[in-house]
């Protein structure tokens, strides 16, 4: 399977006449966003959305955008099979990965409003709080969806996982006859001429884990709740089409964000050294059930593909923390055991002065472990000039405590409510060390 | 950059052993070592005040020497707290450590040194910035210029000190937040061609040891038991009264079931923000069973239910925290002279 994906770097983003790419500022691409036309699009996914407001957030400004649902990259296809965020809507299930796909790279699609109840992320556009997400760097269109009181939290749920990925499909389309300012290509190949390419070579995988507790802990699969799955196999290039969605947003900090799964950056990452250091062989996705049973049953899955598919290493990355701890621990164990090499990805639980054991799980086969950072820092967040969204929440979202929200409207909090701090796909550089 | 010093007697000139009763003493100016370390300081900071405390005293008397303490910082307001070198003396390192708790939590910075094995080292690491030392007084030649290498740093690194290696220190076993100059997903390739070519390489996170608690022995009789019920899924009454924490709790809640044989949509909640919370907040009874252990208690099955329950969120609530809880909790039942208690996770 074989992609090529072509960026479209986007400098400038703005309200204007039409949707469509412009030429702004010395030539820069500019992408410019028909309001009114967007938020019909929008009000017509469904019926029950009762409100829609769109605003632009960009680098540098006053501005805290809260709580962020989810952040989406706008993608579309142009040569080649299937839907970006295919299995949602009739006629769409074909596979993807394979063709040309291009990207609106440095733009992203925010999805916010009431969501569900007490635990969703915050993003800031400048201060101190702008480090510690990489979403502070993007140029954002962030819409605020409110829903009809009747629809259940479930519902509710669904309604703006749809409303992001819909909107964010809708604006990549602007990007189909573009020319790209840059194009990369990925290929893996079938499982056995893959393993002739490079005979020599160490065979090395990606175990890929998957938020599945349940209510804002769901990841979706060609559209299938993934703990409805069990382990399976992938083309990398998959989840460049968008193979692989987000549901899930509650303590944000280490939450895959659709727009992380779209730019998967272990996958990225083992790209690079293909055929050179080792041969790339393919990705095992897996869930992270609350079940012993299920965790062993996907632990042994993830284990049988890739004794299956002859791996000598694998690179296992968690998502989420506490529970998903078990799960991690034991495809780290069950992958050693059958003489896997591994190297896990995590985030660490390490209390506010980081004077604590981290995980709730522990293994000693666990020897090559990559941190992405200690979630429970408290950090002073200023005031902002501009809040889009809601910040009535603080004091009960994860990390936040009693008073946290302050009068004059700063906040004090720990990092795990900001969207992507330690993030475990190793999307960003936030680490912990011993110090 | 105004440093308040802590010395003991011996330091301070007060005497030997013979003097280790002696008592707190505020001087202006440095006093013995000081006086070095002050002059290797130079432009940078200055020692203003002096604190001479006999060890003995200081652990005899610890909370009132440590009143005693706060009051001077109060008073003195200092910007950086210096306390020894105290090399391998156990008494002088545990007094200075506990200095460097104090200054910690008056928001103010303490520097110390002491060699690795002393005491105060193991006690009060978390809580200060400690110079390795030899384990005697003969090494005082190289403790304070690399104390006040330590001190320098601090002034023109801002307050915010880097990694111990990096700026001298003895690891204080915290972990710190830093930004890398890789991204997370890079490090984990480089580490696994590291692992793959049997190369050498440093995992970021050594996994932890845990300690296993050891299951009480069985009952004897249910029947005259009384049960306590203990849960981490976050069950509170409605509206969450304590304001228990949806994640990284830092309290825990005691809560009356005297009287209640089920809990409802309308008397309890979840508190916990890890799981889907729709089940548990219809009926809560399917993270702390109380219906059920009423049915049992009502049909002799057991004693009794105590008539309390305990509770937090364990959703990424530190193994600290945890720890606390667990043995106040504990106490309590004890106290209460419960038999046995329940746990329920999430």
């Not at chain 1, 204007?16 to 030429?23: D, H, P």
């Not at chain 1, 829609?52 to 501005?63: H, Q, S």
């Not at chain 1, 884990?209 to 299938?224: A, C, E, I, K, P």
């Amino acid at each position: 399977m074989k992609l090529e994906v072509g960026n479209i770097h986007v400098k400038e983003l703005a309200f204007g006449n039409a949707t469509a790419l412009a030429c702004g500022e010395n030539g820069a691409h500019r992408v410019e966003i028909d309001k009114e036309a967007i938020i019909g699009f929008i009000r017509e996914i469904d019926h029950r959305i009762t409100e829609v407001k769109l605003d632009i957030a960009l680098p540098g400004e006053a501005t805290r955008i809260m709580p962020v649902k989810d952040v989406i990259e706008p993608r579309v296809k142009v040569e080649g099979k299937g839907h970006m965020f295919p299995g949602r809507n009739a006629g769409e299930n074909d596979i993807v990965g394979e063709g040309r796909t291009h990207v609106l790279k440095g733009m992203a699609v925010m999805t916010t409003g009431k969501v569900v109840g007490f635990q969703e992320g915050i993003i800031d556009m400048s201060g101190p709080g702008a480090e510690y997400t990489p979403f502070s760097s993007t140029l954002n269109l962030v819409i605020t969806c409110e829903v009809e009181e009747s629809c259940n939290q479930y519902e509710h749920e669904q309604i703006l996982r749809t409303v992001g990925l819909e909107t964010a499909r809708k604006i990549g389309e602007i990007a189909k006859t573009a020319e790209a300012d840059e194009v990369n290509t990925y290929e893996t190949k079938p499982l056995l001429e893959q393993a002739a390419q490079y005979p020599d070579l160490p065979k090395v995988g990606y175990v890929y884990m998957l938020q599945s507790q349940g209510l804002l802990h769901d990841t979706y699969l060609y559209g299938v709740d993934v703990k409805n799955i069990v382990p399976t196999l992938l083309y990398p290039t998959e989840v460049m089409d968008g193979a692989i969605f987000s549901g899930n947003c509650v303590s944000a900090c280490d939450k895959n964000p659709s727009l992380v799964h779209q730019n998967s950056p272990v996958i990225h990452e083992l790209y690079e050294h293909h055929g050179k250091k080792y041969n790339f062989m393919g990705v095992i996705v897996t869930n992270e059930n609350v079940t012993l049973a299920d965790k062993e049953r996907s632990s042994n899955w993830v284990t049988k593909l890739a004794v299956q598919q002859g791996w000598d290493a694998a690179v296992v990355s968690e998502e989420g923390f506490g529970n998903p701890d078990a799960d991690l621990v034991m495809n780290c164990n069950k992958l050693e055991a059958a003489g896997i090499k591994t190297v896990l990805l995590t985030d660490e639980y390490a209390g506010n002065q980081g004077e604590s054991q981290s995980l709730a799980d522990s293994t000693p086969k666990g020897d090559a472990v990559i941190s992405n950072g200690n979630a429970n820092m408290i950090i002073d967040l200023p005031a902002m000039e501009r809040l889009i969204g809601h910040d009535t929440y603080v004091d009960m979202i994860a990390g936040g405590t009693e008073g946290s929200l302050r009068a004059d409207g700063s906040i004090s909090i720990e990092i795990q409510a900001i969207t992507g701090a330690t993030n475990e796909l190793g999307f960003h550089n936030l680490t912990a060390r011993q110090g | 950059m105004r440093i308040l010093h802590y010395i003991n007697q011996f330091f301070g000139q007060k005497g030997g052993e013979e003097a280790a009763n002696y008592p707190i003493e505020l001087v202006e100016g440095p006093v013995g070592p000081g006086g070095a370390l002050n002059n290797m300081l130079g432009e940078t900071a200055e020692i203003t005040h002096t604190i001479i405390c006999g060890d003995s005293y200081f652990n005899e008397n610890e909370a009132v020497a440590v009143a005693g303490i706060a009051e001077i910082i109060e008073q003195v307001k200092p910007d950086l707290i210096v306390a020894g070198p105290a090399f391998n003396a156990g008494r002088y390192g545990v007094a200075c450590g506990r200095v460097g708790k104090l200054a910690s939590e008056m928001g103010i910075t303490c520097i110390s040194g002491m060699y690795p094995e002393n005491p105060g080292y193991d006690l009060y690491k978390q809580t200060a910035y400690m110079v390795e030392t030899k384990n005697s007084a003969a090494d005082m030649r190289k403790a304070l210029p690399n104390m006040a290498a330590l001190i320098k740093t601090f002034v023109e690194k801002g307050g915010k000190l880097g990694m111990p290696a990096e700026d001298g220190y003895m690891p204080r076993n915290l972990r710190v937040n830093m930004f890398a100059e890789k991204r997370g997903a890079a490090r984990a390739v480089d580490m696994l061609i590291a692992k793959l070519g049997g190369e050498e390489f440093t995992t970021e996170y050594p996994m932890p040891v845990f300690d296993r608690v050891e299951p009480f022995k069985a009952l004897a009789s249910l029947k005259d038991a009384k049960i306590g019920l203990v849960t981490s899924g976050g069950v509170v009454p409605k509206g969450n009264p304590d304001h228990i924490e949806s994640s990284s709790a830092q309290k825990y809640g005691e809560y009356s079931i005297e009287g209640i044989f089920d809990l409802t949509e309308e008397t309890h909640e979840t508190a916990h923000g890890g799981y889907d919370p729709v089940k548990c907040n219809e009926n809560s009874d399917v993270v702390l069973p109380v219906d059920v252990l009423r049915d049992l208690e009502k049909e002799g099955f057991i004693g009794s239910l105590h008539d309390k329950f305990y509770t937090t969120v364990g959703n990424g609530t530190s193994v600290s925290n945890s720890k606390k809880f667990g043995a106040e909790i504990a106490q309590k039942l004890l106290d209460a002279g419960v038999s046995a208690a329940i746990l329920t996770s999430t």
